[in-house]
């Protein structure tokens, strides 16, 4: 059985980001993220090569990635490089990956109290709909993996942002890196105790297993961007993936008809 680990970072314990700017490399909590997640990766391949994965692959995808020293993860993982996929998850084909383990995600954009909450990009998207319901990276994630036949087992995140992924999928076993006391205000847990229940969770996530989550498609998605030229902008990308996309309501909201849940990330 192989496995795939999802690392963002504003999930990640020990760090809150920085007001107006997130978590971008120039500030101090990004380097407590990194080193931080670099901890979270090791425990949680640990307890996978312990409950007898064959194989353990690790993406890195905050901002595009390049945030963690692969000289400091556990040798045995592959390391995932996305960088040229025309869609998000194009690199798990040929792969065959029993489940997915999300480290430092993160709550959808606007969530009341969750720490740095945001749809792929906090400057750029207010919202994204799929048939009307609110979704984020990790209900995109989720259902763009099941395409894939990947199931979604575990989460470590704020507890807001858990409460979210336990919505989506009640099987799945998480654990509270922090208790999230606003945008970039957060009770921190203690790190070994944080690191512990990593690798109990996980080993417990392997045992209980999963299925995968999927969403219906054609599916009608409706996203609302911060600026007009950005709206403009996929829209005219939009045609060049062949999407089914027009403008909505007003001149910031795009309004698409998707045949793969893959296309509403093009747009994001």
Known sequence: MKYLIAIDMEGIHGVVGQPYVGLLRDIPDYKIAVENGTKEVNVAVKALFDSGADGVAVWDNHGGGGNLDFEKIDPR?????????????????????????????????????????????????????LDGRDVG??????????????????????????????????????????????????????????????????????RRGGKPISYSVPAHAEIRYTRMEFAAEMLEKAKRFGIKCEYGLDAHILEADVDKISDVVVLL
Do not use: M
């Open 77 to 129: 993982v592959k390391k995932i490089n996305a960088k040229g996929d025309n869609r998000r998850f194009d690199f798990v084909r040929g792969e065959d990956f029993a489940g997915i383990i999300y480290l430092g995600y993160h709550a959808r954009e606007g969530t009341l109290g969750a720490v740095l909450a945001h749809t792929y990009s906090s400057v750029n998207i207010q919202y994204a709909k």
């Open 137 to 206: 990276e990790l209900e995109l994630d989720t259902y763009i993996a099941a395409t894939h036949g990947i199931a979604p087992l575990f989460s470590a995140s704020d507890d807001i942002c858990n409460s979210q992924f336990r919505a989506l999928a009640p099987q799945a076993v998480t654990v509270d890196t922090k208790y999230a006391k606003g945008r970039n205000a957060a009770e921190y847990r203690d790190e070994d105790i944080v690191l512990r229940e990593i690798y109990d969770g996980v080993c417990e996530a392997v």
